[in-house]
């Protein structure tokens, strides 16, 4: 899988919405905040389940009701179009458990 750089990263993120580039261009993060802590738990059981189905793993971290996700492929030493399926395939969780997400 080829890293994303330039234009190719740039087009790629056009097709995402609400994740911040960080580690210079390598990783995509996005925070998310739910009802409560059930809630919370209840879309990363689902976000674990798409992710392994796609052998692609997010780095995250959760306090409460919030979570925290990062994106990067690890064996490419950046972001390729895996992160960036990933990252749709998140929000589109995260859209069904009624979230307020911001970066
Ligand atoms: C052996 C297994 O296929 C690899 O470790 C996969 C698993 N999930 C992964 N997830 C991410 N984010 N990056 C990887 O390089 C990666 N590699």
Do not use: C, Q
Request: aromatic letters at 8%.
């Amino acid at each position: 899988m080829t890293k994303l750089i330039g234009k190719d990263l740039d087009d790629a993120l056009a097709t995402t919405s609400g994740w911040t580039l960080i580690e210079d261009g390598k990783r995509l993060s996005k925070a998310f905040r739910f009802a409560d802590f059930p809630a919370a738990f209840a879309f990363m059981t689902r976000v674990a389940m798409a992710a392994e189905r796609m052998n692609h793993h997010p780095d995250w971290s959760n306090s409460y009701d919030r979570v925290l996700i990062s994106l990067t492929s690890h064996d490419a030493g950046g972001l390729t179009s895996r992160d960036v399926d990933l990252a749709n395939r998140i929000d589109r969780i995260a859209g069904d458990h009624s979230t307020s997400s911001r970066n």
